[in-house]
């Protein structure tokens, strides 16, 4: 998958290990996370899936930090919440919301398969034991868009490893992290605490 990484990114992966900062840049990440996919939604669906996306998002933190404990790389572990996202969408017929095409899930499962295996996780299941015990909140399917799926925001090719945009290019693997990363720099929390 190709993903971004600039400070941004590795300020949220402070702030999320962090007591109190982790708790806004949780639910200012999962506000962001959600508005970006329903803007990739057809406009008619974005409202009736827009619980379920909180909801689904909120719990994948819950997975990102649990990659970063296992020892994934900030990059992986952010990669890992996505390939979900991804099988949530799939599962869901949210062809368009993909970002990467279908017949590329097997292959983002088999790089995290061992993750994946041991939180339960799978293309049907993609919260596995990171599913609150009060479950999610349910959104309509649109299974039709399986039969000719057009992946309109999906982009093919890069499920062999996990491939970083940066501002100098696209490398493998991801960067390093910056010394000095301040969790405030991640997206809404320095206005929040401001706002407190």
Same mark, same amino acid.
């Given at each position: 998958?190709?993903?971004?990484?600039?400070?941004?990114?590795?300020?949220?992966? *402070?702030?999320?290990?962090?007591?109190?900062?982790?708790?806004?840049?949780?639910? *200012? !990440?999962?506000?962001?996370?959600?508005?970006?996919?329903?803007?990739?939604?057809?406009?008619?669906?974005?409202?009736? @899936? @827009?619980?379920? !996306?909180?909801?689904?998002?909120?719990?994948?933190?819950?997975?990102?930090?649990?990659?970063?404990?296992?020892?994934?790389?900030?990059?992986?572990?952010?990669?890992?919440?996505?390939?979900?996202?991804?099988?949530?969408?799939?599962?869901?017929?949210?062809?368009?919301?993909?970002?990467?095409?279908?017949?590329?899930?097997?292959?983002?499962? @088999?790089?995290?398969?061992?993750?994946?295996?041991?939180?339960?996780?799978?293309?049907?299941? +993609? !919260?596995?034991?990171? @599913? +609150?015990?009060?479950?999610?909140?349910?959104?309509?399917?649109?299974?039709?868009?399986?039969?000719?799926?057009?992946?309109?925001?999906?982009?093919?090719?890069?499920?062999?490893?996990?491939?970083?945009?940066?501002?100098?290019?696209?490398?493998?693997?991801?960067?390093?992290?910056?010394?000095?990363?301040?969790?405030?720099?991640?997206?809404?929390?320095?206005?929040?605490?401001?706002?407190?």
């Amino acid at each position: 998958m190709k993903i971004r990484q600039n400070v941004r990114h590795w300020a949220a992966k *402070k702030a999320l290990t962090t007591p109190v900062v982790g708790d806004i840049a949780n639910d *200012k !990440l999962v506000d962001l996370h959600t508005g970006i996919f329903l803007d990739k939604a057809d406009e008619d669906r974005r409202e009736e @899936r @827009r619980d379920h !996306l909180d909801d689904f998002f909120d719990a994948t933190m819950d997975t990102y930090v649990a990659a970063l404990e296992a020892g994934y790389t900030e990059a992986e572990a952010r990669e890992v919440t996505h390939v979900q996202a991804n099988f949530d969408f799939f599962v869901h017929g949210w062809t368009e919301m993909m970002e990467i095409p279908g017949d590329e899930l097997e292959g983002h499962y @088999r790089r995290y398969e061992e993750f994946f295996v041991e939180h339960g996780i799978t293309i049907d299941d +993609p !919260l596995g034991e990171f @599913r +609150p015990a009060d479950g999610i909140a349910e959104a309509p399917a649109t299974p039709a868009k399986l039969e000719r799926p057009e992946y309109e925001n999906a982009i093919e090719g890069f499920a062999d490893d996990i491939y970083v945009e940066t501002d100098d290019g696209i490398v493998t693997g991801g960067t390093d992290e910056p010394e000095d990363v301040d969790p405030t720099d991640a997206p809404g929390v320095d206005d929040e605490l401001e706002a407190d």
